[in-house]
């Protein structure tokens, strides 16, 4: 089961964190990501990690977001800065696992002034 917290509505250039806590202890988790899908639009990455704490992004994020693991709380944070409009979407959370994908609920995030 995956919790999702901290979407909301800010304004352009405005921060929000995303936090997803993960049930379990995480021992077969292979990485743990943020999707996310605006109206009309297909779901597409935003931010992976990998247990072993590599990064991926999409190019419209890289510099901007963040994406964190605490192992210990089997918890992801994507800390998002310098919001834009275009960043306006339902924010999924994901944990892999061999042979396994797990979403959590979504939550919505619109940047708008």
């Known amino acids: 089961q995956l919790m999702e917290s901290g979407g909301g509505l800010v304004q352009p250039g405005e921060s929000l964190r995303l936090s997803c806590a993960a049930s379990?202890?995480?021992?077969?988790?292979?990485?743990m990501g943020w999707y996310r899908q605006a109206p009309g639009k297909q779901r597409e990455l935003v931010a992976v990690?990998?247990?072993?704490?590599?990064?991926n992004y999409a190019d419209s994020v890289k510099g901007r977001f963040t994406i964190s693991r605490d192992a210990a709380k089997n918890t992801v944070y994507l800390q998002m800065n310098n919001l834009k409009p275009e960043d306006t979407a339902v924010y999924y959370c994901?944990?892999?696992?061999?042979?396994?994908?797990?979403w959590g609920q979504g939550t919505q995030v619109t940047v708008s002034s």
């Open positions: 990690i990998t247990r072993d704490g590599n990064t």
């Open positions: 994901n944990e892999r696992q061999i042979g396994l994908d797990y």
């Open positions: 379990g202890t995480g021992i077969r988790t292979v990485a």
